[in-house]
């Protein structure tokens, strides 16, 4: 489930899965406001608690599978494979498509399809987590991360930043900053 890039990384939930997973999401944000000398052990339990359930419910949907790939999760599969190589350079679908040897049509018809979201999102969210994770644990400028992103212009990055996540880069950081400090 974890490690697997031939899977779908996503499971969809029966509606009773579904309220038991808010529950304890709620209930870890109710811990981590309580912030008691118990609450930490509460929150690590209830997380191992949610990844033994969606393990639980990845192995009943995939025992239910032949393991044979489709067309197109196979063209998914190299697209996400593409991005994942690529995004710090290659912004735009056309360029992927390029790489496909698709129209960027018909990449984004078949990409929707089959993931649920448009290739533009997926390469934006793999821009953003890339950016997020520079901001969360390293101490390079916002100019660095963004030169390192593929962007020249630095304002525009914290512009494009701010649209994905409704805060600036270094409001980001300083949020991440204040959320490792202990109880």
Known sequence: MYSNVLTTPYVYLKQ?????????IL?????????DSWSEEKIRILIKYIIIEATRTWGK????????LSEHQEFSRKFNQLVDRNYMNLHKVGDYAALL?????VLNKRITEGCGISPSCVIVNRLILQAKRLLAYTDLSVKEIAFSLGYEDVSYFNRYFKIQTSY??????????LSKRPY
Do not use: M, W, Y
């Open 168 to 177: 600036t880069p270094l409001t980001f950081r300083r949020n991440q900053e």
């Open 101 to 105: 040897n698709v129209t960027s049509n």
């Open 16 to 24: 009773e899965q579904n309220e038991v997973l808010c529950n304890h």
């Open 27 to 35: 209930e870890i944000e109710r811990e981590k406001d309580l912030a």
């Open 61 to 68: 949907r995939e025992n239910n599978n032949t393991g044979v």
